[in-house]
């Protein structure tokens, strides 16, 4: 009995030309490259107003410029100014960066043209007096403008760990013990009618606070100022009258429950 085998075909493939998943594919490639090309390159998305509030010291054109050379960008051969590729931490950053005296930025898109930016300034509430200049300092701890020339309504702080070279921007101070500076300072002005000019740091367990009186308070801000400020009141008001002050060298406020005080 013969057997017959059926003749083996070589089936043809089917051209790509002809799979509709091939154009399905490119259409899809098509349109996102369109959108692509829409969001980051038509003129429709590309910033034109940049609205900026809230600046004080800083020159709004100075700020304009800053942030027009920042949002422009480049990708391969082309330029863009997408509103879509402008993110809030690097304009924040760069912002920072080069201007000290800004504290915060508050960033908003207005689809499809428009940047609002909105600024806070730092504010002053101390001089920090280095070997060379002197710096208004936030209460952050963060110094951020040199100024000449003497300030009486800002209280000066000057310390051993402050002769570095200081820069614009950085924190030279913890905000603890800025905040126990003005405390201390706002205590004694209000309460003993005693004006304070001048806080030296000698140690992190040493503050030496001048009077107007050319008088010093010696404070430990590692302990109870509730408790120093106390002594400090007790000796003033029942130990040390007024028309003998001026003869004094200082009160030290920073051991046990005593108050020891030096004439000159």
Known sequence: ???????????????????????????????LLSTFY????????QIKEIKISGNEKVATQDLRKLIEDTIKKKIIVFQTRSIFL?????????IFRNFPPIAKVDFKKELPQTL??????????????SEKNDFLIDKEGIIFEEILGAN???????GSNLEKEIKLGE?????????QI????????????????????VSEERLNFKTSEEWEIYFNPQKDISWQL??????????????????????????????PYKFR
Do not use: C, H
């Open 1 to 31: 009995m013969r057997i017959y085998k059926r003749p083996y075909r070589i089936k043809k493939k089917k051209s790509i030309f002809r799979n509709r998943f091939f154009w399905l594919a490119i259409l899809i490639f098509i349109i």
């Open 38 to 45: 829409f969001l980051l390159f038509s003129p429709y998305f």
């Open 86 to 94: 402008t993110t809030p931490n690097q304009l924040q950053e760069t």
């Open 116 to 129: 609002v930016i909105r600024i806070e300034e730092r504010k002053p509430v101390a001089i920090i007096s």
């Open 152 to 158: 009486l309504e800002l209280i000066k702080i000057e």
């Open 171 to 179: 924190k030279v101070l913890e905000k603890e013990l800025i905040s």
């Open 182 to 201: 003005l405390e201390v300072k706002s205590q004694i002005e209000n309460e003993l009618k005693i004006p304070i000019n001048e806080v030296l740091i």
């Open 230 to 259: 106390t002594k400090l009141k007790v000796d003033l008001e029942n130990l040390i009258p007024p028309e003998k002050r001026k003869d004094l060298e200082y009160i030290e406020l920073r051991f046990g429950d005593s108050a």
